[in-house]
């Protein structure tokens, strides 16, 4: 590749940006689409600093280090913080975007674009679709499904996908020579193939110890009956959105490795209700369930 992206896997999508680079033929605005914490962000950043970088994207310069810390002038980042974005931010994008650039390009980054209400969604469709000369639009989404079809149609959308943990194990050894390869093996099982989530496993030794912990506490409800355990468990993650994600992901991990091994084709199709009940799960905690009745319930029926 051209450029030092220095990013793990991907090798397509990178491909397919570099030739837009090449030939010219860069989209006015670019949909990253994928699960979460593939590093689709990470990409979309690296390609501001591509753009933005004089000097072949050095990583050094002013520049590519204003990037990286979010302070660049003409690189405008819009990181999820879980609010949504109404049409006064809009307004306020479109403002920015009209200023003229000191940089070569303006960059908007905006993480999960599915963020955006219909009213300010409408009122950027035309930016989307025709920005000021020099901008080039970066969105992100963990959810194609999300994004509203006006947006989609006027962007080019690249998806990404995880990769096997052998590859990223691979890869992350590359990276983080020094540790240890039980760790890293762990992390990426933990990671379910998802780069992000695999290196931020290997940098904080104490998120993968309670992914260990929890895996085993899990592991230990499905092995032995004890009800009390099971609402004790509840009432531990209860109150912590993400230990109830944690929970949910390795809980599927653990019933889809055991179905796989599973030959009696009713304990199958119990495993296939539960497995289907925890995919509901991030659905319904949108809504007005009983998160509580719900952990209980799932729980129980283990
Ligand atoms: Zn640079």
């Not at 999820?80 to 908007?108: C, F, N, W």
């Not at 030959?263 to 995919?279: D, G, N």
Request: net charge positive; with cysteine; charged share 25%.
């Amino acid at each position: 590749m051209k450029y030092n992206w220095s990013i793990i896997g991907h090798e397509n999508q990178l491909n397919k940006l570099e030739k837009d680079i090449e030939t010219g033929n860069l989209a006015h605005s670019y949909l990253m689409a994928g699960p979460n914490s593939v590093g689709k962000y990470t990409v979309a950043k690296k390609l501001a600093g591509i753009l933005q970088c004089e000097n072949n994207f050095c990583h050094k310069c002013p520049t590519c280090i204003q990037i990286r810390k979010g302070s660049h002038i003409d690189t405008m980042e819009f990181k999820d913080d879980k609010k949504s974005i109404g049409i006064a931010d809009v307004k306020s994008i479109i403002e920015r975007l009209h200023m003229t650039p000191q940089a070569p390009y303006k960059v908007l980054l905006i993480q999960s674009v599915e963020r955006m209400t219909i009213e300010a969604a409408n009122s950027f469709l035309k930016t989307l679709e025709e920005p000021p000369p020099g901008t080039i639009i970066l969105l992100t989404t963990n959810n194609l499904r999300d994004v509203l079809t006006t947006i989609v149609s006027r962007v080019r959308t690249i998806t990404f996908g995880v990769m096997s943990v052998n590859y990223l194990s691979a890869k992350i050894r590359e990276l983080y020579p020094d540790s240890d390869d039980d760790q890293i093996r762990k992390a990426c099982l933990f990671s379910l193939g998802k780069t992000g989530k695999a290196v931020q496993l290997i940098r904080k030794p104490e998120a993968l110890s309670e992914h260990i912990k929890a895996y085993h506490d899990i592991q230990g409800f499905v092995n032995h009956n004890n009800t009390v355990d099971r609402f004790a468990y509840v009432n531990e993650i209860i109150e912590d959105p993400k230990k109830i994600e944690l929970f949910y992901n390795l809980l599927s991990q653990i019933l889809r490795s055991r179905m796989l091994e599973e030959k009696s084709y009713e304990v199958q199709k119990k495993y296939i209700k539960t497995l289907s009940k925890i995919a509901d799960a991030g659905m319904l905690s949108k809504g007005n369930v009983n998160l509580r009745l719900f952990l209980e319930n799932l729980i129980l029926s283990l």
